[in-house]
């Protein structure tokens, strides 16, 4: 072959090829696939062993996965689901087109469901399952984005009203009216999981899926064969949540999840590969991940095509197209495709000889083709062992002609003037007359039509309408003073504590409780030991689907490592984003699944809101339930770790989630309260909110509950001690009388607030004050969050109500009333208490720890941030004598014998 001429070359090898395809047809007729595969090795070792470096390969040819001879018909009746299709497609299309005519800049999108029309209703008229008579219905992530054409389906189905849809973004209208996006806090009855920020829904997705298999395994709920589906965008890819766990998807080999990638090769501005091709990319990814990757990119018309390619020059001319060209071959002409697509070879160009422009236009790309979509989906459902993608090429704005199909600022269309508007009504026969096309009127069948009765049959079929969210799980009424008792009582034996060893100990207990027991559920980022937690590692196991298949290195000591199928704990590795995901999954299975599990997910508390708040938001909008821990939280508190780990920021995020109760409790009784009541409230009394409770690792006495307080820990703030309670103990107690006053001057009064490990700052303050003749009570702040919010409520309720007698909110109910200056001391941002000031009725002075960390100890952390006992002492003074109630020379001298700095740097800066 070295002497022959190029074209001598060429042609030989053409006939080499032929030969040896013709040799693996012939095998491929002969055997099952199993031999051909083998035969492949085969080749493939001998070549390797005759120095054949072939390069590594992690795609497959850029042709369908499914070959046209493994295909089934689509069952039913085609033609109506083609008309129920082009209504929806209509309806979603009208709906967007309308709300943009009427309020100029209201938005929404077309082009995106109209891409995956054909991917949608495959899924609603075969494959998803609803929850009538209680089936364990699939899970369905819808692309946000794509929302007009869900309504639109519902519409059609008549569970929405044509002033939904006129409302559609105008949800606060009369009669009703439709949220932009999938939001189950707006729509409870209608969305199940809110997918709208790009990248969350696919990562939900595999930790939902891998949640349903959770419960199966601990026999919470009967092992079905429910189908989880995420749809999303190709430009969505880009977001790193969206493919960050597909690993995790594989391991656990999660054949009740499935992708679908709706691959328009477009995103917002443009192509999303236009130099490359972002099916291929995926499918190596996934396949390298472990998945089953099933391609759909070319319709039934190219198997003609394809069958006649027996040199594989189509194949190849086909996978070395780059998407922006293929992305050009939607809004050219036929012509162009001829000569650019076909051209480039005289024999492929034959291939299409026989084919009109318009017809070599008019090829269809897979993701349209219902035979294509319905064969991918059905492989997917009965594929077992591992999850699978669904990579289906379409086009973005598919019908949309002129106005926007394929273009690249179709993502942004929105208005379609009356000839767009014909267009697209010709191309999907929308019986809609010439005079009323301008208006874009909505279009529904009566409900005897063929078309109405055939959507209502398959989805009775199926089990019912999806989307369709339905709370299924009772509530609980669990009787729990045995579990949060003994820590009402303080700590035995005078041994000190953490809130962090307190909360383990509560965890521990909940696990132990009969009724709550198996409920409960940990979640930990590869944070047990940190928080003191491995001894639940062997009480309750670490859930792992396959059980322990090797023997821990640690067999033989109590707390072993112990993995178990029907394991408990949720340990996600170093994933705060997976381990939220898991968080949300528990938190909304009394929704999703029917059951009332409890997540309890602890993480170092600067990588929860700070690292991961937008999945916290989508908790929210989901309606989840249950507890986030921030653990060795507080920026003072947590010794030596620095600027990254001490947080002093949490609490002022948490207050944005309108559904999220943050507590920063300081002694065992508050925490105890506070989960005792937390779960009361949303698990009994129907709350559909979640906690943040912080908890910190400073050890110290934790103290009986004082009577009467249990409310004002709830609601945010309770009378620790007063100045009186804290005299007559120090007189009792002998070892630190010598703080104690010589005389109280009865003007020098303050309030002190402190909360989470500073309220101990605070009592010690207390104890510095009275030997400066200040008389003190100590109040204890488990939550400015909840006072902020409780006091707008309250103030709103006034400003609505002028003639009514004014309600007062609960922090001036305690405050108002008390005498002498307040301050306030926090290991968060002064920012927090300052949210009370204007409710206090006088100035509130505020020390708290803005700027950044240091490694340090704790008592230097706080001289640094200004928030331990000295600094409360000295603001206290210092504002005392401002208002005239004590001199300057007690002042200085509480300065020098405080050794405090006037001049020292401004922690907040520096
Ligand atoms: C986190 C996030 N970033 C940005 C957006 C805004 N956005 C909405 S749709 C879109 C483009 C989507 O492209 P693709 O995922 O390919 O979906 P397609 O519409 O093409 O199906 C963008 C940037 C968003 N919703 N979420
Ligand atoms: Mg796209």
Not at 804 to 809: C, D, F, N, Q, W
Request: hydrophobic residues 40%; negative net charge.
């Amino acid at each position: 072959m070295k002497n022959l001429s190029p074209v001598d070359a060429a042609a030989l090898e053409a006939v080499e090829t032929r030969e040896w395809i013709d040799s693996l047809d012939y095998v491929l007729k002969q055997a099952d696939t199993g031999r051909s595969l083998r035969l492949l090795d085969a080749l493939r070792a001998r070549a390797r062993q005759s120095g054949v470096r072939e390069p590594f390969t992690s795609t497959t040819p850029y042709i369908n996965t499914i070959a046209p001879a493994d295909e089934v018909p689509v069952p039913g009746d085609r033609e109506i689901e083609r008309r129920i299709k082009s209504l929806v497609r209509w309806n979603a299309l009208a709906m967007v087109v309308r709300a943009n005519r009427e309020s100029d800049g209201i938005g929404g999108h077309i082009s995106t469901f109209a891409s995956s029309a054909t991917l949608y209703e495959i899924g609603f008229n075969h494959f998803f399952r609803g929850k009538d008579a209680g089936q364990d219905a699939d899970l369905i992530y819808f692309q946000g984005h794509a929302s007009p054409g869900i309504y639109a389906r519902a519409f059609l189905e008549g569970r929405l009203n044509e002033t939904h849809l006129r409302n559609f973004r105008h949800e606060m209208r009369a009669g009703g009216g439709l949220s932009s996006y999938p939001h189950p806090w707006l729509m409870p009855d209608f969305w199940e999981f809110p997918t709208v920020s790009m990248g969350l829904g696919p990562l939900m997705a595999i930790y939902q899926a891998r949640y349903a298999k959770y419960l199966e395994n601990r026999g919470l709920k009967p092992v079905s064969d429910q189908k989880i589906w995420a749809f999303l965008g190709d430009g969505e890819t880009d977001e790193p949540e969206a493919l960050g766990s597909i690993s995790l998807a594989a391991r656990e080999k999660l054949d009740n999840l499935i992708f679908v990638v709706n691959c328009n090769l477009q995103r917002l501005d443009g192509p999303v590969r236009g130099n490359g091709q972002i099916v291929q990319e995926l499918e190596a990814v996934f396949r390298g991940a472990g998945w089953n990757v099933i391609k759909v990119l070319w319709g039934s018309d190219w198997d003609q095509l394809l069958a006649r390619d027996t040199e594989g020059l189509l194949v190849r001319r086909m996978s070395e197209v780059v998407d922006g060209e293929y992305q050009r071959y939607v809004v050219e002409g036929g012509a162009y495709l001829r000569k650019l697509f076909w051209g480039t070879d005289p024999r492929l160009a034959d291939m299409v000889r026989h084919l009109s422009d318009d017809q070599l236009k008019h090829l269809r790309v897979g993701g349209h083709d219902p035979l294509k979509v319905y064969n991918a989906y059905r492989l997917a459902t009965t594929t077992k062992g591992m999850p699978t993608v669904i990579l289906a090429r379409t086009i973005k704005g598919y019908g949309l002609g002129e106005a926007g199909e394929g273009k690249n600022i179709t993502h942004q269309q929105k208005k379609m003037n009356e000839s767009d508007l014909r267009t697209f009504r010709d191309r999907f026969n929308v019986p809609i007359p010439d005079d009323r096309i301008a208006d874009a009127p909505f279009y529904r069948p009566d409900d005897q039509s063929a078309e109405v009765a055939y959507m209502k049959e398959r989805r009775a079929a199926l089990g019912g309408f999806v989307p369709r969210r339905v709370v299924s799980a009772p509530a609980i009424h669990p009787k729990m003073t045995d579990v949060f008792d003994e820590f009402v009582k303080g700590a035995e034996g005078g041994r000190k504590a953490s809130t962090t060893m307190v909360f383990v100990k509560i965890l521990a207990k909940l696990l132990r409780d009969k009724e709550l027991g198996k409920l409960v559920v940990p979640i930990v980022p590869d944070e047990a030991r940190t928080f003191g937690m491995e001894s639940l590692f062997r009480a309750v196991g670490i859930y792992s689907s396959i059980g322990q298949v090797y023997e821990p290195v640690d067999m033989d000591t109590l707390l072993y490592y112990k993995e178990a199928k029907d394991g408990q704990i949720l340990e996600e590795g170093i994933t705060e984003a997976g381990s939220i995901s898991s968080f949300i999954a528990a938190g909304t299975a009394y929704a999703s699944h029917g059951v009332n599990t409890i997540p309890f997910f602890i993480f170092y508390s600067m990588f929860g809101f700070q690292r991961v708040g937008d999945f916290i938001w989508a908790a929210a909008d989901a309606r989840c339930r249950g507890f986030l821990l921030g653990g060795t939280a507080g920026r003072t508190t947590l010794a030596g770790e620095g600027l990254q780990h001490q947080d002093g920021n949490s609490h002022t995020l948490a207050l944005s989630v309108p559904t999220c109760r943050a507590y920063d409790p300081a002694y065992a009784y508050e925490l105890a309260t506070i989960i005792e009541d937390g779960i009361q409230r949303m698990y009994g009394d129907g709350e559909q909110a979640f906690y943040y409770i912080t908890v910190m690792n400073e050890q110290y006495d934790m103290p009986a509950m004082p009577d009467g307080v249990r409310d004002g820990i709830i609601k945010g703030l309770y009378r620790f001690n007063t100045a009186a309670d804290s005299d007559a103990k120090s007189k009792a107690n002998p070892s630190t009388s010598k703080a104690s006053p010589k005389a109280l001057r009865a003007e020098a009064r303050a309030q002190l607030i402190g909360s989470g490990a500073i309220l101990n700052e605070v009592v010690k303050a207390q104890g510095l004050l009275a030997k400066y003749g200040v008389a003190a009570d100590v109040w204890s702040a488990t939550s400015y969050n909840e006072l902020y919010r409780d006091a707008h409520r309250v103030e709103r309720w006034n400003l609505l109500h002028p003639t009514e007698p004014k309600r007062v909110p609960y922090v001036t109910q305690c405050l108002a009333e008390t005498e002498g200056i307040v301050v306030a001391a926090s290991d968060y941002l002064k920012s927090q208490p300052d949210m009370i000031s204007r409710w206090v009725g006088r100035p509130v002075v505020t020390l708290g720890t803005d700027g950044f960390g240091r490694s340090e100890d704790r008592a230097s952390l706080r001289d640094f941030f200004e928030v331990d006992a000295r600094y409360i002492t000295a603001a206290t003074l210092s504002a005392l004598h401002r208002q005239g109630d004590v001199d300057a020379a007690t002042v200085q001298k509480a300065f020098k014998d405080l050794e405090i700095n006037p001049d020292k740097a401004d922690p907040a800066t520096t």
